[in-house]
Each structure stands twice: as C-alpha cells, then as structure tokens.
C-alpha cells in the first residue's frame, strides 16, 4: 500500500470560473507555455492524458485525467495544499498592502530588530529597491504580496540564515492573530545591482485543522513530506520530512524514496515551477523545467508497480504569461495512475476529492468528509 501525490507547484490548466473575481480571466499556465514555445513536447504527460485534457490531441492515454477546481477562497499555495489535503476554507486568509503598525512593532520588540520596507512588492523587486540599504543598516526587509505572505528578506552575510530563520519562527506566532497564511524567510546574496536569492528559502504556515494526513497517520500509514509539504502544514501530520532546494533534488528524493520504501504516502511538492518562473514571469524557465520534469516522469513511470497509487497534480496557477506577478486562479491537472485505469475523470468540483481518493486507497473506516473519490472501485486496498 504505497501511494504519492505529486504537486507541481503553480502548473494550472485555464482560469476557474470564478476567475474574474480575482482579475485572472484568461490565465492558463500550461497552456500559455506550450503556445509561447514552439518545440516544446511533454511526451511522457500527453500519454497521461494531457493532450486530452487541454483539448489538443485525442490520444490514447495510459492513465486516468481530469480537472479540479477550487472550493476554497483564494488562491495560494496553502489554501490548494490543504484543499488537496482534504480542508476546504470558506474564509481566506488575510492580504495587506502593508502590515499594521502594532503588528511590526510586536515582532521588532521581541526579536530586538527594526524592518525596512513594509510595503507590498515582488521578491525581486523589492531587493532592487531596498538591499542596497539592508546592507547599509542591517534592517531585514519586510515584505508582502497579493497573497497572505509575510516575507522577511536578509543577506545572508548580514543576518545569518538562522538568525533570520529565528526572526520568522517568531514572527510566525504573533502573525496567527492576523490569520496570516505564510511567513516566509527570504535569505539572499550578492551585491547592487545583482542581488539573488538562495535556496535557504523556508515557509512558515498557519497551523492547519485536522487534514487527511491526521487521519492517515492515526490508522498506521506513515506520511512523508518532500519539498516544503512539512512546512505548508506545520509539521502536522508529517511522519518523516525531506526538505529540497530544487525540482531536482525533489524528483532524486522521490526516487530514493520510492525505492527504499514499499508502504505509506509520499507527498511531493516541486517548487521551481512558481517560486524561480512563474512569478519572475520566465516563460522559457517554466518550459524548461516542464521538459525536465516530463523526462524524469519517464524513467519514473516505470518504477510504479500495479498495486500503487500515484497522483501529479497542482496546487494553483501562476501564468508567465500574464499580468503582474502573482498566482492565477486555475484548474488543475489530475492525472492518476492506479493499476492500468485510463478513466476520463471529467471536471472535479474541488482538490478534497484526492483526500477522498488517498482515504479510500489506503482502506480507512470511515470515508473522508469532504470531496468525492476518483478511483476504480478496483482501487480501494480494503
């Protein structure tokens, strides 16, 4: 009984529905991407079912395909993570332009630091406009975006990593009050003019009501984060964690794991799709990191065993293509590989329907509250 979910971080198929209500009608990140670079064959996902699903090819797929939409308010990267993991909110997180004062001044006083910026910005934007003078006054820099974030910028040569990681751990408690979705450490390096940010990167997230993974680990079946899937939920729920600093090193951990374990759920999640192109709107980065995602998946798929239960998916959409820099308001692809299937799964009414699906795999007494099951009664390991 052994199964991995599989998140391509920001990797949506075209704006929701409900997309207007977010200003990302028109938005397709996998669709724009493919149009804009010509050459680009993603061969390994169209036997998927991926030509089917974007409507561009009627081939004969070898797994089971469809879409999912968000139930939940938002569009950020721990609303979808927890949606998939069986929480739905109807209340999303808060967002600021800039953060409140008394707020600022509580996380200064107990972490015996004062903070430039404070205002809503890109990652790298902000380092043009204000590291010059980080590294003039050591001030860490605060910043925010159109997601619930509150990032916390600093050189690593200024404010060591784990100084700066104490800083947010901090700044992590006094934010729940404001329901803050994520604080997010941003160390960087380099000099004016060239500033870059490093792959110490680590996400601080609200602490999540009880998921699929509480449930998964309560009946016996290990869970294990790889990428920043601990990080996302807390910790809770998470057995074992295997933090990576790259699609890379995410996909060779998914491998070493795949062949050292034969029970429980891996939950992957690969970062480089949002965090290094689709927000620095990079639309040949992202290509380049989907056909180096879809070769691995080739050589992976022979790994996957008839008796395993393998799901890739997305947790939202961030399309290079599109205005400004932030997420987008997408489906989601659902390709689901379970022993043979090749189901057209159709339009999936919310992410919890994977919590549905891992609850039924994996044979728990009751079924998940939330979301429908996708699998082949077949599947079900009872």
């Not at 590291?131 to 910028?153: K, N």
């Not at 329901?179 to 390096?189: E, M, T, Y």
């Not at 990576?244 to 070493?256: A, C, F, L, P, V």
């Not at 239960?309 to 379970?338: C, K, S, W």
């Amino acid at each position: 009984m052994r199964a991995l979910v599989l998140v391509l971080d920001s990797v949506g198929v075209g704006h929701a529905p409900d997309a207007a209500d977010y200003g990302d009608t028109g938005a397709n990140t996998l669709g724009h991407v493919l149009e804009r670079t010509p050459g680009l064959e993603l061969s390994h996902l169209d036997s998927l079912g991926l030509g089917a699903l974007l409507g561009t090819s009627a081939g004969d797929a070898r797994a089971s395909f469809g879409r999912m939409r968000e139930c939940s308010a938002g569009k950020d990267t721990t609303t979808g993570h927890w949606e998939i993991a069986g929480v739905v909110l109807k209340e999303p997180f808060a967002t600021f332009d800039h953060f409140p004062d008394a707020l600022v001044r509580e996380i200064e006083h107990a972490t015996s630091i004062s903070f430039t910026g404070n205002y809503a910005c890109s990652g790298t934007q902000i380092l043009d406009e204000l590291g010059e003078e980080h590294l003039r006054t050591g001030h860490p820099i605060l910043y925010t975006s159109a997601d619930s974030v509150l990032q916390i910028a600093a050189h690593e040569k200024v404010l060591p990593v784990e100084r700066l990681f104490e800083i947010c751990r901090v700044a992590r408690e006094i934010a729940d009050r404001y329901r803050i979705g994520r604080v997010i450490a941003r160390p960087f390096l380099g000099e004016p003019g060239n500033f870059r940010r490093t792959s110490n990167r680590r996400d601080l997230s609200f602490r999540p009501p009880p998921t699929i993974l509480d449930s998964l680990g309560e009946h016996g079946v290990p869970v294990i984060g790889v990428g920043k899937i601990s990080d996302i939920f807390a910790g809770r729920g998470i057995a074992e964690s295997f933090p990576t600093k790259s699609n890379r090193e995410g996909m060779d951990q998914i491998d070493e794991l795949w062949r050292s374990r034969n029970e429980g759920l891996i939950f992957a999640n690969l970062v480089d799709f949002d965090m290094l192109f689709g927000h620095r709107r990079d639309t040949a980065g992202y290509a380049h990191a989907l056909r180096q995602f879809d070769d691995w998946l080739g050589i992976f798929r022979d790994q996957i065993l008839p008796d395993d239960l393998v799901i890739i998916t997305a947790d939202h959409g961030n399309d290079p293509t599109f205005q400004g820099a932030d997420h987008t308001r997408e489906e989601v692809p659902l390709f689901v590989i379970d022993g043979g299937e090749s189901r057209d799964l159709g339009t999936r009414e919310s992410f919890a329907d994977v919590a549905a699906s891992l609850a039924e795999f994996f044979g728990l007494p009751e079924p998940w509250p939330i979301g429908k099951s996708f699998l082949a009664p077949c599947t079900s390991r009872l």
